[in-house]
Every structure is written in structure tokens, then in C-alpha cells.
């Protein structure tokens, strides 16, 4: 061993090891120093904070309250819904096997991935959205998987279910993720972003009504997000059930009425502006807003030639034709411009300021008494009327009936409609009106323009006597049950002479059951009396000319306004049928179905009212 | 050879190899906490298999007399050179790094291991020079030795594991002698080689660096393994949150927790008292390893002791300052404590160096 025995000197090396030995402390110092600091002088801080990294609020959904119909059977309700979302961590593990649970999952690979693709860019608190409302097919894919896919987590929610699907749509709305825009108000100042709210009818004007508080959960969770254990739960408070003025009876009634018809009908009770029924045709199905809505499908809905979106009852407005002779009838009588007996005669046509206006029976009517003027709907008789009276008193009256003007249903964006007058004309257009356009008013036509609540609205009001109710589709107890102040400030009343309530009466009456224009809206035992009108889309011309898809699109919109019964109004109807042809033929039928079913379920116990005879 | 072992038997260092003991006893409890929910692999199981070859190891390097395992040395180094070159070229890659090499049935990190023989190599080299002071020729000749695998190293690319072959080369020149003039100019140098070195390191490096310098920059990327070590550490306080409660451990947060973070683990579920009584056992260890070169029979004996101090040293200076965020990130293991058989077996072999140097302290 060569290395060993040998002569050496180690004293230098030797008195080296010392300074070595010193560094050796001076190590142990300095590490001694790095954990006095983090464990014993800022130990409650990072005590802190590995609190904050286990410990996860996880909110638990309120359900919404229900929304009943007047005699409580459910309308719209919540149903568990799952959905399935990936922690952010696992990311990675997904993208090697997205093609698997693709195939799982029944989508396309490519949406999945541009799923994850959309989520990466969002604040990662938030979990990757992959399906929502997972079939039990899903789940169950889902459950048998749960190996090759540890980072997928199922949570469970509760989801709008509108039962009856498009049924009353319009009336009901949906629901959506709230805006930004809305969040700076102060009636959404309770959500956070992503919050689902009420975005039109019922679910938007009761929102806060049906919205419950969201409960809390705490839980501690690993590193992945998984819930190892609960902490605490603050269960959620679910949303207050409200019960609605609807008759789902009725409003079903009225709905299949339409078949594939577009249009709309209102029906309220006249005494206490309760609405019945609200249908706009063709309607969407609210259910399809309850997740989040793909892009194309909102884009589809709102560029649909024939807008399902618009509540034709409440936001569109249609000239009424004939309708409107009733309100003319209405203000000659009041004005006393008629009188009983007064009789005009119809030739078939009329010439008025240098123009010649046309009745719709070729023939002429002959000699026309009011009566006979309200149920053969003599335009010819109306013409004359019209300019007797002058634009300003049929206006003044119609106002009085609240046409033209909102309603103040509690519903969004309704239309006011148009009753023109001087003045408007002047307001809106700045230009002066002509006596001649008095003439196209008084048969419903030219500026005048209604919407179908006000018109039926106005209708049950006459029918009343003359009181014009605020329409409403939540009732005065319901509101007053969850602290709501009814807002009836739009209701209108004014005098209606007994002998005008008469003679209208019953030339509705006639309308209906004297083989008049409207015997397809006749109840047996109830006395309806109503008012068809039609409006034309285009000229006659060009409806006679025209072939194919055209001849339906250039068909007339059919009217039917109407109430019963007809010495004292329960209910009150307005029906629009859009290319229905005549009102008596696509509208009648619709208001007969909805005071058919109202009669059996309010009149039938008590035995048959009393008829009334007209001769 | 070995009939001269039950000489040296009565100096058999068991106070040495009693310290070693409790940090691995410790070790498998917290391998044990720190993996506990993971139920792929009996991890503390398999590290008790590891510190049981470790100490057949530490025998074997024991026994056989320290001046002939000198002697041998350029076969070993051989030896090393070979296998870092092959870890090069047949190794698996581990985030980003070459460093392990399948050896039938098990896998090792052969730079753990080569550092053994560099200590005995420059030890060897070293101990054989008289004067007071080093030559360049010498500190040269030196650097080369040990520069060879740190460069290999360095290409797996492995830096963390090349800087711990640093120290024995520093300890070992500064033994040897190194002339004040010397000690400025690689002062100088150094900081050249770092400002110069800093164009020359891989991005994730450079990130690496900036993020220890504040953690907070990026907390779910490079600073998360800092950030979430801190929060382990200083939420144990002082008496620490008890075996198998830490929470940063238990959930998952702590990334690497029963390797190169083990000492987080301590440190949360032991706290501050427990991460002490740790540090004091290698200290003692360190102070015995110096006083047995102290008392070394010649100079091979105090490089190869001395050598051996600066790995364990620099580790644990390293991997329990990054653990406290004063050290950046690197990955390197905790001798004894943190899970892994290389370190574990490179450790005690570089125990049974020391005491091999003080069971032939005599002379005669």
C-alpha cells in the first residue's frame, strides 16, 4: 500500500478543518434563522393561508319558486339536473383521452375540445363546464369511468322546468345568466356574475319574488378540488311559489285553438282585470333558456322570419278593422249622436269628400238600424257615423276606453298601440290631419292600430259597465302575500248611459247568436256577445292575384273581440289570428273554447244563467 | 482484507451510525404521513429496504481499508464516467432531465453515487501533495477531476445535482491550500461565470431563479412548489400539527412531498421544535464527520472525511433552505430523509467512508 506509511505533513490541512467547522455553523444558523422566521414569526399567517388553500365555499343553488296557475296545479318547476365540469389540475390527463369521452358523452370531439379550449382563458375558480344536464345514460358512462378520468366531478342543480313547454311562453319568459349590464343595477345587486335570472314575463317582473338565497357549503378539499370532508352547510332558501291569475285550463284551451296558426289571445275577468290567458303564437320553448344557451340557437330564434320571441298580446299592434265599430258605436251613443231607431241607408258604397268608400257587401245593406249596423258590420253605416262625429270625440272616448294607451299590465315591453287624433298625428307625423282619414278610422282601419289586451280590456270594461280595470297576472292577495304593492294607478271609469250599454250589448249579443258574423264563438247557456274583425294584409288585388305560399301570407288577420255574458261581463276576450281569414272563422272558434271551458268550471253547478231575450 | 475488520470492530462509530438512523427512522414516518392516501405504493416500506442496503453498503465501504479503495480509485472513476455517459445516452428522462438509469430491478440516479468516487478520487489527488500552498498545475489538475462528471452531469441537463459535486472541490482545494491571490481571482471569476452563465441557462432556469426570488410572480406555476412549501412550514408553528395531520400534506398541496419537499413535511407535521431536533441530529453528525478528520491517521483520511462533510453539508444547506424559501428551487434530495434510493445508499456509503477513516485512525 503505497499511500499508507509514507512521511507526511497534514498540519496545514489539519488547521484548515476549523474554518470548515465554522461554516458548518454558520450553515445551521442560517437555516435555524429560516425557520424561525417562517414557522415561529409568521406562523399564524401561513396558519392562514393553508386554511385558505383547504378550505372551499361551494354555493348551493335556491330553487326557484314555482309558478302555480289560479287554481294551483304547476306550471313551472325546478327538476335535478347534473352537470359535468372538470378541475382545472386535470387539464392535462383529459387532453390524451377526450376522444373516449367524446364518445362517452355522445359529443362531437371537437366541441369538446373547443369547450376546454373557451374555459382555459376563464379566472380558474371556475370549473370547465363540459355537459350540462347529463342524461342517466351519461352518468352512468360517467360513474364507470371514474378511473380514467380523475378530475370530472358531477354537480348536481336545480333546474327551470316549464311543464307544459311553449305553452304560455310569453307570459312566463325564461331564464338567463345575468348581464354585466344588469349587475351595476340595483335590482340585481344580489347575483354574481354567471347567476341565472329572469329574463322576460312572469320570471323577469317576479323575479325577486321567486328567487330564493343561495346556501353555502364549506368544505375541505385536496389539492385536486376534491370535497374530502363538510365543514359547515347553510342550506338555501328556495324562492317563494307564486301563484298566477292564469287558468291553465283556459290558456290550454285557448293555445290549441290556434293549431299552426300565428297570432295572439287575451282573456281576462273584467271585474278585477285578472288575466286568464295570454297566448302569442308561435311561441319557444323556455326550457331550451334554462342552460346556457348556445350562440347560434339565441341568433336562430331572434332572425326567425316569424319572431317567436315577441309576445303578440302585449308588444305588437294590429289595425282592428270592424272591432272598432263597437268603440264607434260606443262614443255615437254617448255623444248622442245616435239615438235609438236612428237607421242609415247602404247602397254598396258611399262617396265622401270627393272619394268613394266601399262597403264589404257589394249589394249594399240596404236600410241599416244600429243594431242591424253592429251585426252585419255595415262599414257603409260607420263611414257616415264617422264623419258626423269627427276624429276628436272618436278619440276622446276610445281614450277613454283606454285604447291607444298602455294598459299597465305587469308584464314587460308593452306596446301603447295607436289611437290617432289631431293631435297625434301632429306629435308623431307633424303633419295635419285629414277629415278623410276619419273615415278609414271609423272601420278600424288606417292609423288605428290596438294591441290585444287593451282591445279586450276595453271590451270587458263596456262589459262591466264602464269600470276599466288594471290586467294583471298576479292577483292583489298573491302580491299582498309577498310584500308587493299592486300598481292599479292606469284604471279608467266613466259613466256609460244605460240605454248605450243596451243597444251594444245586444248587437254583440246578435254578432254571435243571430247567425251574425260571429255564431262560431257562441256558448250554449252563456251569453256571448262579440265582435269580429278582419284586416287586410294587402290589397284585394293582390290577394286575389296572388298563388302558392303567397295566397296564405296575403290572407287576411281575422279578429274576434268579445265577452260574456253580456249583461254583466265574467270574462273578456280578444283574439288575433294573423292570415286567419275572417274573424268569424279562425278567431270565434278560439274565443268559444276559452268561454266554453270558463262556463263549465264557473256556471255549471249553479245551473244554467238566465237567457235573455233579444226579440 | 476482512480478517483485519474484527480489528477495527471495537471503533466501529456507533454514535455515527445512530444519528444516521434516527434522521431515516424519521424519514419513513413522514415518507409514511406524506403518502399515506396513496395507496398505488408502500412507499416508507420500500425506503426501509433502502436504508437496509444502505447499511450493507456503508459495511462494505467500511471495510475495505480507505487507502485501498485511494488506490483503486481510477477504476471506479472509470467506472463513473461510463455510467453517467450512458445515463446520457439509455436514460430515462424525469421532468425535463436525464438522470436515471434502469439497473435490472430498480432504478438509480448514478450521479448520487458518482459523487462518492469523486470524493475518494479528489481525496486521493489531493492528499498526495506536500506543500503548503496548491499549485495552479494542482488546482487545475483538481478542477479537472471533478469537472469531467459535473460537466456530464450538467448535459443530462441535471444543474442541481451538478452544483452538490461543487463543494468537495471547494473544501478540497481550501484543505489543500489555496493562496489568498487565488481566493480573490475565483471570487472574480465566479462572478463572471454567473453573469455569463445566466445567457447560457435554459429558460425554465432563468424562471426558476426569478421565482425565488418572489414566489409570488407566479403562484400556480413555478412559485406554487415554493409557496406551497412555505405554507406547509409555517402553518406547523411551532409544535407543529402531529404525524399524518399536516393538511398542506395530507390534501395534496405540497408537490414532491415525500421526495426532494420531505422536509416541509417535518416541518408542518413536527413544527419548528421537531424541524430543530432534525437540524441537530445533522449537526452532529457533521461535528462528529469533523472532529474524526480532526483526528484522521493522514491526510487522505481528513480529504476523504472533509469530502464526504461537504456533500452532506451542501445538501442539507440546499434542500432545507429551498424548503424555507432561502435557497432556490432545486432538485436535490435531503440525505436520509427524503424518499429515494440513490441518496439514501449515496449516503451512507459516504457514512461508511468517515468511519472507515476513524476505525483506522491508529497508526499502528
Keep these: ?615 | 482484507m476482512f480478517g483485519k475488520t474484527a480489528l477495527y470492530a471495537k471503533d466501529f462509530d456507533w454514535f455515527i451510525v445512530l444519528l444516521a438512523l434516527a434522521i431515516a427512522l424519521i424519514g419513513v414516518v413522514e415518507i409514511h404521513s406524506a403518502t399515506q392516501y396513496d395507496r398505488a405504493e408502500n412507499f416508507y416500506l420500500k425506503q426501509i429496504y433502502r436504508i437496509l442496503i444502505g447499511l450493507f453498503l456503508m459495511v462494505v465501504v467500511m471495510s475495505i481499508d480507505y487507502h485501498a479503495l485511494a488506490e483503486n480509485v481510477p477504476y471506479l472513476y472509470a467506472a463513473s464516467v461510463v455510467a453517467l455517459v450512458a445515463v446520457l445516452l439509455f436514460g430515462r428522462s424525469v421532468s425535463g432531465s436525464k438522470s436515471w438509469i434502469s439497473v435490472g430491478f430498480f432504478e438509480l440516479q448514478p450521479s448520487e453515487l458518482v459523487k462518492v468516487v469523486v470524493v475518494i478520487a479528489l481525496a486521493r489527488f489531493l492528499c498526495e501533495i506536500r506543500s503548503e500552498h496548491l499549485a495552479t498545475a494542482d488546482i487545475l489538475k483538481a478542477s479537472a477531476i471533478a469537472g469531467l462528471p459535473i460537466l456530464l452531469v450538467m448535459l443530462q441537463p441535471d444543474l442541481g445535482s451538478a452544483m452538490t459535486f461543487v463543494p468537495i472541490l471547494i473544501v478540497g482545494l481550501f484543505l489543500g491550500g489555496l493562496r489568498p491571490t487565488w481566493i480573490v481571482g475565483a471570487g472574480i471569476l465566479a462572478v463572471l461565470a454567473a453573469g455569463a452563465g445566466w445567457y447560457n441557462l435554459k429558460a425554465y432556469q432563468k424562471e426558476r431563479i426569478y421565482t425565488f426570488l418572489e414566489p409570488e410572480r407566479d403562484p400556480r406555476g413555478h412559485g406554487y412548489h415554493s409557496i406551497q412549501s412555505k405554507i406547509a412550514v409555517g402553518s406547523g408553528g411551532f409544535w407543529g400539527k402531529g404525524i399524518g395531520e399536516g393538511s398542506q400534506t395530507r390534501l395534496g398541496f405540497l408537490p414532491e412531498r415525500h421526495t426532494d419537499f420531505i422536509f416541509s413535511v417535518v416541518g408542518e407535521e413536527l413544527g419548528f421544535a421537531g424541524a430543530v431536533t432534525v437540524l441537530l441530529l445533522y449537526l452532529l453528525i457533521i461535528w462528529r464527520a469533523i472532529q474524526i478528520a480532526q483526528t484522521a491517521r493522514d491526510k487522505l483520511g481528513i480529504y476523504l472525511t472533509m469530502g464526504a462533510v461537504s456533500v452532506l453539508l451542501f445538501h442539507i444547506l440546499e434542500n432545507v433552505g429551498m424548503v424555507v424559501g432561502i435557497m432556490p428551487i432545486t432538485g436535490i434530495p435531503l440525505p436520509l430523509l427524503s424518499y429515494g434510493g440513490s441518496s439514501v445508499m449515496a449516503t451512507f456509503m459516504l457514512l461508511g467512508l468517515i468511519i472507515n477513516v476513524r476505525m483506522r485512525r491508529y497508526v499502528n
Design chain 1, 1 to 615: 500500500m503505497a499511500l499508507k506509511d509514507f512521511y507526511e505533513d497534514k498540519r496545514y490541512v489539519q488547521s484548515r478543518i476549523a474554518i470548515i467547522r465554522v461554516a458548518a455553523i454558520l450553515v445551521f444558523l442560517f437555516l435555524l434563522a429560516g425557520l424561525w422566521n417562517l414557522q415561529v414569526l409568521q406562523g399564524g399567517y401561513y396558519k392562514e393561508l393553508a386554511e385558505k388553500n383547504q378550505i372551499r365555499s361551494i354555493t348551493l343553488v335556491a330553487p326557484r319558486g314555482k309558478i302555480l296557475d289560479r287554481n294551483g296545479q304547476i306550471i313551472v318547476d325546478n327538476r335535478p339536473s347534473f352537470t359535468l365540469s372538470l378541475m382545472r389540475e386535470h387539464l392535462a390527463s383529459l387532453e390524451s383521452s377526450t376522444a373516449l369521452l367524446a364518445s362517452g358523452l355522445n359529443l362531437e370531439e371537437d366541441f369538446l375540445k373547443s369547450q376546454v379550449e373557451k374555459h382555459r382563458r376563464q379566472p380558474s375558480y371556475l370549473p370547465i363546464v363540459i355537459k350540462e344536464d347529463l342524461t342517466p345514460a351519461d352518468l352512468a358512462f360517467i360513474e364507470s369511468h371514474r378511473l380514467e378520468f380523475p378530475g370530472l366531478d358531477v354537480i348536481r342543480q336545480p333546474r327551470r322546468f316549464y311543464r307544459e313547454g311553449q305553452l304560455a311562453a310569453h307570459l312566463l319568459g325564461y331564464l338567463g345568466e345575468v348581464s354585466e349590464k344588469q349587475l351595476e343595477t340595483e335590482e340585481f345587486r344580489y347575483c354574481k356574475p354567471g347567476d341565472f335570472v329572469g329574463k322576460a314575463g312572469v320570471e323577469r317582473v317576479y323575479n325577486r319574488t321567486l328567487t330564493g338565497v343561495d346556501g353555502q357549503k364549506r368544505v375541505i378539499v385536496d389539492s385536486r378540488g376534491r370535497e374530502v370532508a363538510v365543514l359547515d352547510t347553510v342550506e338555501p332558501t328556495p324562492g317563494n311559489d307564486l301563484r298566477l291569475t292564469i287558468d291553465l285550463d283556459i290558456q290550454r284551451a285557448a293555445e290549441n285553438g290556434f293549431g299552426e296558426k300565428g297570432g295572439a289571445a287575451v282573456s281576462l275577468d273584467p271585474r278585477s282585470g285578472e288575466i286568464l290567458s295570454l297566448v302569442s303564437r308561435p311561441a319557444f320553448d323556455p326550457n331550451s333558456f334554462s342552460s346556457r344557451i348556445s350562440k347560434k340557437e339565441w341568433v336562430d330564434l331572434i332572425n326567425d322570419p316569424r319572431k317567436p320571441m315577441q309576445n303578440r298580446a302585449i308588444q305588437s299592434r294590429f289595425p282592428p278593422g270592424s272591432v272598432f265599430k263597437i268603440i264607434m258605436t260606443i262614443a255615437g251613443l254617448q255623444e248622442g249622436i245616435l239615438k235609438p231607431g236612428y237607421a242609415d241607408y247602404c247602397s254598396g258604397s258611399t262617396v265622401l269628400y270627393g272619394r268613394s268608400f266601399a262597403c264589404h257587401k257589394k249589394g249594399g245593406h240596404g236600410t241599416v238600424d244600429l243594431h242591424k249596423a253592429i251585426v252585419n258590420s255595415c262599414n257603409v253605416f260607420f263611414y257616415r257615423l264617422g264623419q258626423k262625429m269627427g276624429i276628436e270625440k272618436i278619440a276622446y272616448w276610445a281614450h277613454n276606453m283606454g285604447l291607444g294607451q298602455k294598459t299597465g299590465v305587469d308584464l314587460l315591453g308593452e306596446d301603447t298601440g295607436i289611437m290617432p287624433s289631431p293631435e297625434w298625428k301632429k306629435r308623431v307625423l307633424k303633419a295635419d290631419w285629414y277629415a278623410g282619414e276619419t273615415i278609414s278610422v271609423a272601420i278600424g282601419q288606417g292609423y288605428v292600430s290596438l294591441t290585444l289586451i287593451q282591445t279586450a280590456r276595453a271590451f270587458g270594461g263596456f262589459g262591466t259597465g264602464g269600470i276599466f280595470k288594471t290586467p294583471h297576472v298576479v292577483s292583489v292577495e298573491e302580491l299582498k302575500r309577498w310584500g308587493l304593492t299592486p300598481d292599479f294607478s292606469t284604471e279608467k271609469q266613466f259613466t256609460l248611459d244605460e240605454q248605450t250599454f243596451q243597444i251594444v250589448s245586444r248587437g254583440l249579443w246578435g254578432v254571435v247568436n243571430e247567425w251574425g258574423t260571429g255564431r262560431r264563438a257562441a256558448v250554449p247557456g252563456f251569453d256571448v256577445g262579440g265582435k269580429t274583425g278582419t284586416a287586410q294584409v294587402v290589397g284585394r288585388e293582390a290577394q286575389k292575384a296572388a298563388v302558392g305560399d303567397k295566397k296564405a301570407e296575403y290572407e287576411d288577420n281575422a279578429w274576434f273581440v268579445g265577452y260574456a255574458p253580456i249583461h254583466s261581463a265574467q270574462i273578456a276576450a280578444a283574439v288575433f289570428v294573423e292570415h286567419g281569414g275572417h274573424g268569424g272563422e279562425s278567431a270565434a272558434p278560439i274565443i268559444h273554447d276559452m268561454f266554453q271551458v270558463y262556463y263549465d268550471k264557473n256556471n255549471k253547478p249553479g245551473g244554467p244563467p238566465m237567457q235573455i231575450s233579444m226579440k
